[in-house]
């Protein structure tokens, strides 16, 4: 089958899904339409948004369904019109199975990691903040429970010591992209040997949403794991922590890098400064020296461009 014989839709939402569809719009296949979601309001005026699926299908003349449910008889209407003969997920939402079966060669998605660990929304954040030093992309067929489809391919990449889940997003970004035009290659030749994954359990480690609560910084565990999970956070959802003013105040702060300070002794909690270019902080073992945060209701900044105008003498304690 020819690229162009070949019917793809694509779904997608974010930049991160924007890499997939542009690598196959560059490799000449024929995405015959591209689900996304529905304006946002955004802003401070409040106006509507695209998604960045759907600026970027809209400038090489795709066309866009943005449903606001995925069984709404006029979308599953205009979506079987389409005939695609594949379907293409990537960081899209949960499909139906009226959606995902419909296509005859099936539905596939990206997922970022390499599967079966890390199944569920947050896989990239949760491998960098369990301190791991690899992590991959996986594609695989979409069936009834969530990221547990055969897999059709997977590539590894390294998590190195100064990665963020920002740095590890947009290299997995890229690799992904490579990976789903490679998986649409054998499925177009008949090539696509899917391959059931592992119930191991030492392999299966899940990756569920993070919420606030699970962004705090608590101080009383070990450096290196409160390191990796402010990597594992940075630059989004963030580590937050807060400081405890001597006037009573609490003042909140997202922290998005520390580095490891071995040549001071804190307790947890406890921090140091010389009010110029350090903010030392004690956890359970170990200091860490903040080095990127952002104070509520400011911008984000380097230490040093913090304390030229913050004084930590005004700091009773780092909760």
């Known amino acids: 089958m020819a690229n162009k014989d070949l019917r793809i839709v694509f779904m997608g939402t974010p930049d991160f899904a924007v890499e997939s569809l542009k690598a196959l719009v560059e490799n000449n296949y024929n995405i015959v339409g591209v689900v996304t979601a529905p304006d946002r ?5 409040q106006k509507l948004k695209q998604s960045p699926v759907k600026e970027y ?5 795709i066309p866009v369904l943005q449903p606001e449910k995925l069984k709404n008889e006029e979308f599953l209407s205009d979506l079987k019109a389409l005939k695609a003969d594949l379907q293409i997920i990537v960081a899209f939402r949960m499909l139906p199975e009226v959606v995902w079966s419909m296509p005859p060669l ?6 970022g990691s390499l599967l079966p660990r890390y199944r569920g929304a947050a896989p990239i954040n949760w491998a960098v903040i369990n301190g791991d030093k690899e992590t991959g992309v996986t594609t695989f067929f979409l069936k009834h429970e969530i990221d547990t489809g055969n897999i059709i391919f997977q590539e590894k990449m390294p998590v190195n010591d100064e990665d963020t889940a920002g740095t590890i997003h947009d290299k997995m970004m890229v690799l992904g992209a490579g990976l789903v035009v490679k998986t649409v290659k054998a499925i177009e030749e008949d090539a696509a040997e899917a391959l059931p994954q592992s119930n191991d359990e030492n392999e299966l480690r899940h990756a569920p949403k993070i919420f606030k609560d699970d962004c705090r910084i608590d101080w009383q565990k070990d450096a290196e794991a409160i390191r990796n999970h402010i990597r594992g956070l940075s630059p989004y959802p963030t580590a937050w922590t807060e400081f405890s003013m001597k006037n009573g105040k609490q003042i909140s702060c997202k922290v998005f890098f520390a580095d490891r300070n071995k040549d001071k002794q804190l307790a947890a909690g406890q921090f140091d400064s010389d009010n110029k270019t350090y903010l030392s902080v004690g956890t359970g073992s170990g200091v860490l020296n903040i080095t990127q945060l952002q104070l509520a209701g400011k911008k984000r900044m380097t230490i040093e461009e913090l304390l030229r105008g913050f004084d930590t003498e005004q700091i009773e304690n780092i909760l």
């Open 41 to 45: 309001p955004a802003g401070r005026g």
């Open 57 to 61: 299908a809209v400038s090489v003349d």
């Open 106 to 111: 099936g539905s596939f998605n990206l997922h």
